[in-house]
């Protein structure tokens, strides 16, 4: 059965430097229906920069594919996993995103990983330039929202 996906949110300016877009991933079905939307507001110029927070309860099918289907929308990645383990080891979800990524082609030096969302977050806030879109992916999209900039409410998604 196909995953319900909700309409992308809409861009939020962050003081003029890059639009940032939060949405839930819930598994690569959803990913791949949001991808029209996120390739209608693919800046004329600037990266298209991709967050995925990897579900680590998730197969390790969908996980590699989550990655290669990021590789396919993203310029860039910032990738992590989130903190709830299920089956997996700590670090095996990031490593399976990671892998799906390369394998679609990602050159290895479009990736960042990093340990935890907040971390990935403020990482790309940091690497963002004007023109930029950002797209965070989050199974606890509020959670990332709040890590946007905790002191701002006005910059989170509406």
């Not at 309409?7 to 939020?12: L, M, T």
């Not at 330039?129 to 509406?158: N, T, Y």
């Amino acid at each position: 059965m196909p995953e319900a996906v909700p309409p992308p949110s809409r861009p939020n300016d962050m003081n003029g430097m890059a639009r940032v877009i939060v949405e839930r991933l819930d598994g690569p079905a959803a990913l791949a229906a949001l991808a029209p939307a996120l390739m209608a507001v693919r800046p004329n110029a600037g990266r298209v920069i991709g967050v995925l927070c990897a579900c680590a309860r998730r197969s390790e099918a969908e996980i590699r594919e989550l990655g290669a289907l990021a590789g396919s929308l993203f310029h860039r990645l910032i990738l992590t996993e989130d903190e709830s383990q299920g089956d997996h080891a700590r670090g095996m979800a990031l490593g399976l995103l990671t892998a799906g990524a390369l394998a679609a082609g990602v050159p290895s030096n479009h990736i960042v990983r990093l340990t935890s969302e907040a971390e990935a977050i403020a990482g790309v806030l940091a690497i963002a330039r004007p023109g930029d879109l950002v797209v965070v992916l989050s199974p606890d999209p509020a959670r990332a929202r709040a890590c946007l900039s905790p002191a701002a409410p006005e910059r989170e998604a509406a």
